[in-house]
């Protein structure tokens, strides 16, 4: 039996699939997902992210341009702050399952 006999749902449209690899790989680096976790569903400036991740900002910013620029994250200037937040609710989502899955409980 094939995959997709047992799964009707999984991805087949090859759009989706180049989409959910990028979104991935993109997230796949320690520090953009601790960014992402501090992120979650709130909207954050990147001085708050520079000051809960704990490395400089010039490395914060390299990696939220990766993170904008595989549309995974939104952002706005607000005078001399930039404040990003998670685009997608599909991101959330999987952020969410993985917090589930992988952190440990408080």
């Not at 997230?27 to 809960?52: A, F």
């Amino acid at each position: 039996m094939n995959a997709s006999a047992i799964h009707p749902e999984l991805m087949t449209q090859e759009e989706d699939i180049e989409r959910a690899s990028r979104s991935l790989k993109a997230m796949s680096h320690p520090l953009r997902l601790k960014i992402l976790c501090i992120l979650g569903d709130r909207e954050v400036s990147v001085q708050e992210i520079v000051d809960n991740v704990g490395t400089s900002q010039s490395n914060i910013s390299q990696h939220l341009a990766i993170l904008r620029d595989k549309g995974i994250l939104a952002s706005r200037k607000d005078a001399n702050r930039v404040y990003y937040r998670v685009g997608d609710a599909r991101t959330l989502r999987l952020i969410g399952m993985m917090q589930e899955v992988f952190c440990r409980s408080a």
